[in-house]
């Protein structure tokens, strides 16, 4: 009743309305505004400038655009890597081990982030594996906190998936591994793309185990905004914000075409 209405839809785009430009839309607004000011004028930034957008441009604000793309992009394809053999492994284990792997992978989801960064930190500060001071142990806490959400979108797509197309490649004579490549992979890959775009997002954005983790000569984005900001500059902290902000939607978007494309195959 309420969706098929002219009043309903009235009313269900005003309680939208409501709901998210305070919630939502108005502080990424106001972040905008930001990035293109010097100065408040009361509530209000104003002075309008582009020359914050012109030092995150360059030398360490570029430094740390290029440091989170690299960290993200190592992040989300060990994550995808690990989270896609978990799944399919657990598509096999009955229903109490399947239970227990997701509990695993979920596991560093259900603590914060921070506990985290100070687990990974303190398992690889001793030889044989000493990554601390590295970029390496940072693109591993990005690796163990989104390779969660990889298993679980992985694991999500494989129940949906149909067996009559496994059954039928394997009653030609597929192999085992022909089947998995040529069949499985390839049904899953909509889920695939996904999962690797959400992996993304969430380790451009990761700040709290980054804080505990790098090291001066790997500092991330979402770094450089705490300190820039921590330091008073907001202005120029904000413009490195929204650089951060487009470049993860730009790759999310690219991602959702690849998506679309696969889901077409």
Not at 79 to 99: E, H, I, N, S, Y
Not at 203 to 216: F, I, K, N, Q, V
């Amino acid at each position: 009743m309420l969706v098929h209405s002219r009043t309903g839809r009235w009313a269900a785009w005003g309680l939208f309305g409501l709901l998210f430009l305070p919630l939502f839309a108005l502080p990424l607004l106001v972040v905008v505004a930001a990035s293109l000011a010097t100065h408040w004028s009361g509530a209000l930034p104003s002075g309008p400038t582009t020359a914050n957008y012109a030092a995150a441009g360059r030398g360490e604000s570029l430094q740390a655009l290029t440091t989170s793309l690299i960290t993200a992009v190592a992040a989300s394809l060990l994550a995808l890597t690990v989270g896609t053999w978990a799944a399919l492994a657990g598509a096999a284990l009955r229903r109490r081990g399947r239970r227990l792997l997701d509990a695993l992978f979920m596991l560093p989801v259900a603590v914060p982030s921070v506990v985290v960064g100070l687990a990974v930190l303190v398992a690889f500060s001793r030889p044989p594996l000493l990554l601390n001071g590295t970029g390496s142990i940072v693109v591993l806490a990005h690796t163990v906190l989104v390779t969660a959400f990889a298993h679980q979108s992985v694991s999500a797509a494989i129940v949906r998936l149909d067996p009559a197309y496994e059954q039928a490649a394997t009653s030609l004579g597929a192999r085992p591994a022909y089947v998995l490549w040529r069949v499985r992979l390839p049904l899953l890959l909509p889920s695939l793309t996904a999962a690797a775009g959400l992996c993304f997002a969430l380790s451009m954005g990761e700040l709290s185990a980054t804080m505990m983790l790098y090291p001066p000569d790997w500092t991330p984005l979402p770094v450089r905004i705490f300190t820039a900001t921590d330091r008073g500059a907001l202005f120029s902290g904000s413009a490195v914000a929204v650089v951060l902000m487009a470049t993860t939607l730009l790759v999310l978007l690219a991602v959702s075409r690849i998506r679309t494309k696969a889901s077409y195959r």
